[in-house]
């Protein structure tokens, strides 16, 4: 497998314009999140998904940014309109259940997208 | 509210010594505990996980210590390498499958 997927892995937008970025998980993974990453806050746990649900969205700053998991192998954030302080690095990352036999709910990153919004 | 927290965010370490990163967490309820490393341009990698249960659980060169009592989580990697500089992060599984991390720890090897 070619472990989890993310793009773009840079963009560079202006103040207001919308950001779509794009994650592929783990083919058979249970469970999708998405993090975002800044010096400031560190790694800030934005939402997550199991089996295409979203089950916790707490972490999701405002109504500028929304999620959706379509399907088992597709998720989207997206940013509209987008502002500076939104620059990071977002990551998605994806895992098994840990009851799940052998597995140890370990989660498996993407390499991030990082935003830059100027 | 409750978070998973760091001591220190640098720490240097000569290369052959043993690195102890140290972390503090708040929420008792967590029931299992991870380290990630993270290096540049990269994502977090898993390196081991302990569950609350247990105070000790080791794996190839690394071992975490978990303190209930103090709520206290480290992460010892003996023999340091020039391959181990990157930054720590610890994590704590809050409840169901939500995955909390916390500031992280910058290693760094002194030749």
């Known amino acids: 497998d070619a472990g989890v997927i993310q793009s773009p892995r840079h963009e560079v937008t202006e103040m207001g314009q919308e950001v779509t970025l794009r994650c592929k998980p783990i083919?058979?993974?249970?469970?999708l999140f998405w993090y975002r990453q800044t010096m400031m806050r560190g790694l800030e746990l934005l939402i997550y998904?199991?089996?295409?649900?979203?089950?916790?969205d707490s972490g999701m700053p405002e109504d500028r940014f929304s999620a959706k998991m379509p399907n088992a192998s597709f998720s989207t954030l997206k940013i509209q309109p987008s502002e500076p302080r939104d620059s990071a690095v977002y990551f998605c990352?994806?895992?098994?259940?840990?009851?799940?036999?052998?597995?140890?709910?370990?989660?498996?990153f993407g390499e991030g997208s990082r935003l830059t919004v100027l | 509210g409750e978070s998973v927290g760091l001591h220190l965010p640098t720490l240097s370490v000569q290369e052959g010594d043993n690195s102890i990163i140290n972390c503090a967490y708040s929420?008792?309820?967590?029931?299992?505990f991870i380290w990630y490393k993270q290096e540049s341009g990269k994502g977090p990698q898993f390196i081991i996980d302990?569950?609350?249960?247990?105070d000790k659980r080791q794996g190839q060169r690394v071992t975490v210590l978990l303190n209930k009592t103090v709520k206290h989580l480290s992460l010892q990697i003996a023999a340091t390498q020039p391959g181990d500089s990157a930054v720590y992060f610890c994590?704590?599984?809050?409840?169901?499958?939500?995955?909390?991390f916390g500031k992280g720890t910058r290693l760094h090897i002194l030749p």
């Open positions: 990352a994806s895992s098994l259940e840990r009851t799940t036999r052998g597995s140890t709910g370990e989660l498996f």
């Open positions: 929420n008792s309820a967590s029931d299992y």
């Open positions: 302990i569950r609350s249960n247990m």
């Open positions: 998904f199991n089996n295409n649900v979203p089950i916790d």
């Open positions: 083919s058979g993974h249970d469970y």
């Open positions: 994590a704590e599984n809050e409840r169901d499958d939500k995955i909390i």
